[in-house]
């Protein structure tokens, strides 16, 4: 049984990384071959010590190992960015969600292996949206305001753009208000909505609409 172990969500908050493990974890139940836990940072080792034993290969979120515990010797860790230094005690088997995330940790782990989240079904496109000729350059972008993710970088380039554009940035403002001042002071009277984080439900038509 493959077990995908993640740490608790906090209420309300959407994530393409917490997106990517139930996915994975309803492609296995569906075949009878794994399923998904979560454990608090400090039940880690217990938690994983407690699954090895009963004969599971455990996979663990990368994510603990931001909130300050190192991922556990003997499980595999799926990274969807590159951990923090100190993110394991030994070279680990590792699941990476992307190319440059593998490139990034091939040095520190036994092997990598790159399995990306494709498109996820709330995004999907839709039927396009009727644009006059002179309607601005409309640009989505989602995900949680953080300097992986470089919204930032994209609030600059588009400052020397001159077609007449706009962009939407989807996703939780509040995990880091300094970046995230930093993009509003930055976009200052560009043509930037930050229209926060949204329920799965809501993205589709939230999508269309911007």
Known sequence: MIVLVEPPAPPGFVSGGYRYQERVAAELGARGAGR???????????????????GDTVVVDGLFAAR????????????????????????????ATGAPTAARVRASCRSVAVVRPGL?????????????????????????????????????ALRGVAAPWHLTLLGDHASDPGYSDRVRATAGDLPVTFAGALAVGDAPATHRRH
Request: glycine fraction near 8%.
């Open 120 to 156: 996820d079904a709330c995004f999907a496109p839709g039927r396009p949206r009727a644009c006059a000729p002179d309607d601005p350059i409309r640009i989505v972008c989602v995900g949680t305001l953080s300097p992986g993710k470089d919204q930032l970088g994209l609030v600059r």
């Open 68 to 95: 300050g515990a190192p991922l556990p010797d003997g499980t595999i860790a799926l990274l969807h960015a590159e951990p923090a230094v100190g993110w394991s005690r030994a070279p680990l088997h590792a699941i």
């Open 36 to 54: 998904l836990v979560t454990a608090a940072p400090a039940e880690l080792e217990t938690t994983t010590a407690r699954l090895r034993a009963a």
